[in-house]
Structure formats: structure tokens, C-alpha cells
């Protein structure tokens, strides 16, 4: 499979409870992006890696939200003592310079 | 300010019949657009891009026309198909992209 890889596809927790997102990039490509997407809305930046670098994270990013990319390849998106409001669809992308995206189908989470 | 919004939220459409979605945005700076397709439980699908030297680009099935001076991006989709229901997003790129809210296309039998 040579796309975007986003695991779970679905994650149902309590309020309070920490999660953990993990995406697999296109292997050639060296930028990985995170969104969110709540019904209705088009997707919401959130923070972008070049290689293991963090270059920019979105005022949408809590403290509560933490991602990373240690070895520039698969990156992970923790969120702690989740919301409510934290229910909604995280989408991951990966590029190579000058060339498109590739989103993954994305993971729900339900906050209940 | 950086937005990119979308004039309908929904779009009914008969199928064969051509389909025109559009789409303002506000950032005068902006040199890239793109229409990116969305169907249920996936993630955003790239279907046709431009860049702001040009006013018109064809794909398969597929128009976008670039309005520079009311800042107007459209997408024609000719002969619309089942196929075709989705939500259409315009989004605008620099380092990353930004999404408006996204069109509803319903195809009518």
C-alpha cells in the first residue's frame, strides 16, 4: 500500500481519558501534516513536520495536544484529558517537496 | 485575512447534467488553489489544482476557472454521475492548506 496510512480508523473514550494517533506518511515523503475535521467544516490545520522538525503548530493546538515525528518517517498525535470538543475526525497528509497531497482516510474520535 | 469559503453548502444536481460549484476567497497574496473531493469516511481526494498566472485549467470531466479580480474560484464537473457525490472543499496553499466549508453535490436520478 503506498498510501497514507492513519490507525485506529475509529476510537471511542471517556472524557478524560488520553489518546494516541499514529500516521504512516508516503515513505518518500519528507512533510507530514495534522488536521481536524468536524461535521460540516473543512479540515483545520493543526501542525506540520519536515522531516522530525515541528515547523508550525496552529493556536487550535492545545497543551492538551502534543505531536511528534522522532524519526522523521510515521508521527503520532497524543491527546490528554480529553473533551467533549475534541470529537472529530483527524485527518493526517504527506508530501514530497513540489509535489501534492496524500490525506489518509483519517481517525474519528468520539469523546463520550 | 487568510479564508477560503464556499457560497453553498449544498448543491443538487441531475445527473448528466453539468454541475458548478464555487468558491471566494480573500487572500489577494494567494498564488495556489486547489478543489479537493471528500467522500464519506475518507479523506480528502485532490482532483485539480491552478496557480494564479492562469485564469482556466481542464481535467478529466473537469473545469476550474480563476476569477483574479473578484478573487472567484469556480469547478465545473460536465456530466455529472453518481460517482460524483461527494463534498467539494476549495482550499488555498502555501506551507499548508486551508480549507473553506465545503459544498454537498447530491446527484438527482
Known amino acids: 500500500d503506498t498510501g497514507v496510512s492513519q490507525d485506529p480508523r475509529h476510537k471511542i473514550t471517556k472524557r478524560g481519558q488520553n489518546v494516541t494517533f499514529r500516521c504512516d506518511p508516503i515513505s518518500e515523503h519528507n512533510r507530514l501534516y495534522w488536521y481536524r475535521q468536524t461535521l460540516g467544516q473543512g479540515p483545520e490545520f493543526l501542525t506540520y513536520f519536515q522531516n522530525e522538525a515541528q515547523l508550525e503548530k496552529s493556536r487550535l493546538l492545545s497543551d492538551r495536544f502534543s505531536a511528534e515525528r522522532p524519526k522523521g518517517s510515521f508521527s503520532t498525535l497524543e491527546i490528554q484529558r480529553t473533551e467533549q470538543g475534541d470529537s472529530a475526525m483527524y485527518l493526517c497528509a504527506s508530501r514530497a517537496a513540489g509535489d501534492g497531497y496524500t490525506f489518509g482516510s483519517g481517525t474519528r474520535l468520539t469523546v463520550v | 485575512g487568510e479564508s477560503v469559503g464556499l457560497h453553498l453548502p449544498t448543491l443538487s444536481v441531475q445527473e448528466g447534467d453539468n454541475s458548478i460549484i464555487n468558491c471566494a476567497y480573500s487572500?489577494?497574496?494567494?498564488?495556489?488553489f486547489i478543489w479537493y473531493k471528500q467522500e464519506s469516511g475518507k479523506g480528502p481526494q485532490f482532483i485539480i489544482d491552478?496557480?494564479?498566472?492562469?485564469d482556466k485549467r481542464q481535467g478529466q470531466r473537469v473545469t476550474v476557472l480563476l476569477n483574479k479580480t473578484v478573487k472567484h474560484l469556480s469547478l465545473q464537473i460536465a456530466a455529472t454521475q453518481p460517482g460524483d457525490s461527494a463534498v467539494y472543499f476549495c482550499?488555498?496553499?502555501?506551507?499548508?492548506?486551508?480549507f473553506g466549508k465545503g459544498t454537498r453535490l447530491h446527484i438527482l436520478p
Open positions: 491552478i496557480r494564479s498566472n492562469m
Open positions: 487572500n489577494s497574496a494567494s498564488d495556489y
Open positions: 482550499a488555498e496553499r502555501d506551507d499548508k492548506i486551508i
